[in-house]
């Protein structure tokens, strides 16, 4: 399109140009004065009207904090609670002099100069008029101290405010986490006009996890003042809204069984519901108390929690990645019989080692010193004894990229997706995995240490748990899950978490059950011993880790080394056997035998677990 | 042929005399904003209940903001007209970042984390557009033709509806509005002119019942009633017209508002600081503000008028009106004229994004200018 109305002279562009500046300035100018009226006709006309509002503006409005959601077991136990706590506040604005008032304060009360120190640190953040807290969890006697002398402390102020309290102590504490003042990285990271009313947040576990849904929504309160800003009464009150109430698919029983048992061994268990996924429990041990951190622990028992040799703080079950050993099996096992490497007809002979061509160094089975397994093992006999040898040839023969890629949809080399912060990934080798990490190609030999879940690979203990559920469920997608319903109504938020379906022939299924099933309940079995007196069938998988390498020459004694070298015990299972309603993991790190210490731990819990439905179905019989 | 500016200018001798003389830049226009930013530490020292961490952090905010301008005054005009359509797309790609990994702060995802520091690239919106639809009409035929109008059109598009999704409907109405501003200074036909502003007129009904949020009617309807929801939404307004009436000719006083001290006024070191000003130190204070936001518009245009190229003024005079409308708008806000946008008092609020990206708005305006000297002493 040719506009011929364009121009080319400069000046007439600039002639253009002038004339707009003018026009627009003149309406500039025009609505600028209009503006000023305004506030002419504000601060001059009706000066004294609002001078005289002002005088009688004594209306405040104050933020009111919603009580945080409570969290509940499955059977409605209380795992999470608020409970009212008095603190010493401050407003700086009427104190007068800050550091008489403070000064004040240390001669009625204990104040540490933490305390004083931490004041100081919020008070350069605070808004004007913020009551700003200076000593958390008066106690009664402190209270009536400061009652009695009110009337000389100007700006200080005793008030009631909810603090979460966890009732069941260290049982939960790597589950629910807790809560704790906000640091000063996480209010750059909040929407504070959300956190008006607390200044406590979610640090950990589900506490942290479900932030959002426990906060609650601030409601406000409008309050008279007298001319001093001293609150007289309360006008009119919008309510806040509490914090959700949670209830979770953990069992609090089994869990407190779990944990009683494991006592203070380093060591994780975790079990599975298999119709929903949601987990009935889950442990690491040892544990802490939670309730020292709601309102700031001591520097002397932070340290002592920290510098503990066993790391309480440590979330085993999520975070802790170890070797699976031989847990490993039976998914393995289903792995090399879906990918038509063997049959279940298949057989070998075990010598009691291994030699791959070209090694010097032959592989060991555990049982080599009696000489092997013997001839003709097949698959199952493999499972129930846990022979080795029988697992170098497979998975060599499998290949470590199909092993690999398999795995992952059992849940091995990568996160579960379960409703918390932090979960490890653990790892699933593989060639391109041993070329990022460490520059160097892959060796068969690295292949042969995964076949028995050693070598490279790792995996948490949820991780093992979602494994075996999944075996149990004969391969359903499941996504461990801690959070059952809000507010009495389903939710979770993990569940689109995506997951590749897991898709085996129904009779190797039904076989691997079997093999499982005979681990416990066969003499050959490596955890016949736990299989006495049952009335439910376990089926199951031990494994013993390596955590340090012993030269093919010499014995592994444990009496020779350092105690946090020993193996690690592991032991899987579903239950009942037939009709599986629960999977679980449990390691004990630097335990010895998966079959003596680990199994015979999993048999109590699990007795607890049907003991208790038993109870219930009579109850509700 | 830029090359050779450079040559010429390396053989000038006498290269240490030089270096005073190379710091380029409108002493004027860099008074007036540091006496105006000196208010505002003043009164955000006042509004935040004489808090000096607040105060320290805006002197941080102006003096970063200050830097930029004089680092941006050095770079020759032709700079910023040629990498226009880059920093554009950059500004752009930002608020498409902000969209998909922003931070949520009052509901509305207005933050891009980069680690060391918060933006809020909508902000910076407010100097990309006119700056590149400066650079775009500038190329174009004087008056632009209707192809090019839509052209541009286009381009104002692109951030206002991303915006608008953050969502911030205030800032995108401002961002369009420097747009518009260009496009009427390049001499836009007057039926152009008439059409939008009725286009606009037919535009409010769909924007309330389509467009606008249950939260930004409800400010609306507050305006125009706010004695009806005392103490619900009408209470920013109420308190804020009694801080200013209640501050007459003279006010109370530095530090002194009843209004401001006590805490009854929200916001006050931010939007609603004017009234702070307002009850402290009365309608004076307000005059002597608005005193020194006309000169600095006026030097704005001052420098617009007198630049060589057509570039130079439109940039200069769509920054001017512009930093006008945001006066404009915000003291219209806190005095019960406009509903609350969240429009902060340019120059005088706290807030970091803001401040800086004014700063560097200017500082493109002294590039202009230098331009212009330049233009002058050759002739």
Not at chain 1, 293 to 317: C, H, K, M, T
Not at chain 1, 367 to 373: F, R
Not at chain 2, 235 to 259: E, L, R
Not at chain 2, 342 to 363: Q, R
Request: aromatic share 10%; with cysteine; hydrophobic share 45%.
């Amino acid at each position: 399109m040719n506009d011929n109305s364009a121009f080319v002279n400069d000046t007439e562009m600039k002639r253009l140009f002038s004339r707009r500046v003018l026009f627009a300035s003149i309406v500039a100018i025009v609505v600028g004065f209009m503006v000023l009226g305004r506030y002419f006709d504000l601060q001059v006309n009706q000066h004294q009207d609002f001078v005289t509002q002002s005088n009688n503006n004594r209306v405040l409005m104050r933020p009111v904090s919603p009580p945080r959601g409570l969290i509940f077991d499955r059977n409605g136990e209380l795992l999470a609670d608020n409970k009212p706590t008095y603190n010493l506040t401050i407003v700086n604005e009427r104190s007068g002099n800050l550091e008489v008032l403070l000064n004040d304060l240390r001669q009625l009360i204990e104040i540490s100069s933490q305390d004083i120190y931490q004041f100081k640190n919020r008070l350069k953040r605070r808004k004007p008029y913020q009551n700003i807290p200076l000593k958390y969890n008066l106690s009664e006697r402190e209270r009536s101290i400061l009652g009695v002398n009110s009337f000389r402390l100007n700006g200080a102020e005793v008030s009631a405010k909810l603090t979460r309290y966890y009732p069941q102590g260290p049982f939960f504490a790597h589950v629910i986490g807790y809560v704790g003042r906000i640091n000063e990285i996480e209010n750059r990271n909040i929407d504070t006009s959300l956190y008006r009313g607390t200044d406590s947040i979610g640090k950990l576990g589900i506490e942290k996890y479900y932030e959002h849904a426990l906060l609650g929504k601030l409601g406000h309160e409008h309050v008279e003042t007298n001319a001093r800003g001293r609150v007289m009464r309360s006008l009119s009150k919008e309510d806040p809204i509490p914090g959700a109430n949670l209830e979770l698919y953990l069992d609090a029983n089994l869990q407190r069984t779990a944990q009683k048992i494991l006592g203070d061994k380093r060591a994780a268990f975790v079990a599975i519901e298999i119709k929903t996924g949601g987990i009935l429990a889950m442990v690491s041990t040892p544990s802490y108390d939670p309730n020292k951190f709601v309102l700031g622990i001591s520097q002397g028992d932070y340290s002592e929690l920290v510098n503990s040799e066993n790391q309480p703080l440590f979330n085993r079950a999520i975070r802790g990645q170890y070797p699976p050993g031989s847990t490993i099996k039976p998914m393995f096992g289903l792995i090399g019989l879906q990918n038509k490497i063997i049959t279940t007809k298949h057989v070998i002979d075990d010598p009691g080692f291994f030699v791959l061509k070209g090694v010097e160094r032959p592989w060991r089975d555990h049982n080599s010193d009696k000489g092997g397994h013997g001839e003709g093992i097949d698959l199952a006999q493999a499972i129930i004894e846990s022979c080795d040898v029988y697992f170098y040839n497979m998975g060599l023969d499998i290949g470590i990229e199909t092993l690999a890629s398999f795995s992952s949809m059992f849940g091995i080399g990568q996160v579960t997706g379960i409703d918390l912060h932090g979960e490890q990934p653990g790892i699933m080798p593989s060639k391109s995995w041993k070329k990022l990490t460490l520059g160097e190609p892959w060796f068969d030999g690295d292949t042969i240490n995964v076949s028995i879940g050693q070598g490279f690979m790792l995996a948490t203990p949820l991780q093992l748990a979602v494994m075996t559920a999944r075996i149990a469920s004969r391969g359903s997608q499941i996504v461990p899950k801690l959070v059952s319903s809000k507010n009495g109504v389903n939710y979770t938020k993990n569940d689109n978490f995506p997951i590749t379906p897991l898709d085996i022939h129904s009779e190797y299924w039904t076989y691997m059950h079997q093999a499982m099933r005979n681990v416990v309940h066969t003499p050959r079995g490596t955890a016949y011993r736990i299989g006495k007196d049952l009335n439910y069938l376990i089926a199951g998988k031990t494994g013993t880790a390596q955590v340090i390498s012993i030269d093919a020459d010499k014995e592994y004694d444990k009496t020779q080394i350092d105690q946090t070298k020993w193996d690690h015990a592991l032991f899987i299972a579903f239950a009942p056997a037939e009709d599986p309603k629960i999977a679980m993991a449990l390691i004990v790190e630097n335990g010895g035998h998966g079959s003596s210490t680990a199994a015979p731990i999993a048999r109590v819990i699990l007795d607890a677990y049907f003991n208790e439905v038993e109870k219930q179905m009579l109850v509700g019989g | 042929m830029y090359k050779s500016d450079f040559v010429r200018q390396l053989q000038t001798p006498g290269g240490g005399i030089q270096l005073r003389r190379s710091i380029q830049m409108d002493y004027t226009l860099a008074i007036i904003l540091l006496i105006l930013c000196g208010m505002g530490l003043l009164i955000i020292y006042s509004a935040t209940g004489q808090s000096i961490f607040y105060v320290r952090r805006q002197l941080i905010f102006m003096l970063t903001g200050f830097f930029i301008m004089i680092l941006f005054a050095q770079f020759p005009q032709r700079f910023w007209e040629r990498w226009a359509p880059v920093i554009y797309l950059i500004g752009v790609i930002a608020l498409i970042g902000v969209l998909q990994v922003g931070v949520e702060i009052n509901g509305a995802q207005r933050w891009l984390d980069l680690k060391f520091i918060r933006l809020q690239p909508s902000e910076l919106m407010k100097i990309c557009v006119p700056l590149m639809i400066s650079a775009y009409i500038a190329k174009r035929a004087i008056p632009p033709s209707l192809k090019h109008v839509s052209a541009a059109v286009i381009l104002i598009s692109i951030p206002v509806l991303l915006v608008v999704r953050q969502p911030d409907l205030g800032t995108a109405l401002l961002i369009s509005v420097t747009g518009f501003f260009v496009l009427f200074l390049a001499g836009i036909k007057r039926r152009y002119l008439i059409g939008a502003f009725v286009l606009a007129l037919a535009a409010l009904p769909s924007l309330w019942f389509f467009v606008m949020l249950d939260y930004q009617k409800q400010r609306v309807l507050t305006l125009l009633n706010p004695q009806h929801d005392k103490l619900g939404a009408g209470w920013n307004i109420i308190q804020s017209t009694t801080a200013i009436g209640s501050g007459g000719w003279s006010g109370k006083g530095w530090t002194q508002g009843t209004q401001s001290q006590l805490n009854f006024l929200p916001e006050s070191h931010t939007d609603f600081i004017i009234a702070v000003l307002a009850e402290e130190f009365g309608l004076i204070g307000v005059l002597t503000l608005s005193a020194l936001y006309t000169l600095l518009i006026g030097r704005c245009l001052y420098i617009g008028l007198s630049s060589p190229s057509m570039f130079g003024r439109l940039m200069a005079g769509s920054i001017a009106y512009t930093f006008f409308v945001f006066v404009f708008v915000n003291l219209c806000m806190v005095s019960g004229l406009l509903p609350v946008v969240g429009a902060p008092l340019p120059l005088i609020s706290y807030g970091g994004t803001a401040i800086v990206t004014l700063l560097a708005g200017f500082g493109i305006i002294m590039s202009i200018g230098n331009e212009s000297k330049k233009g002058r002493s050759v002739s």
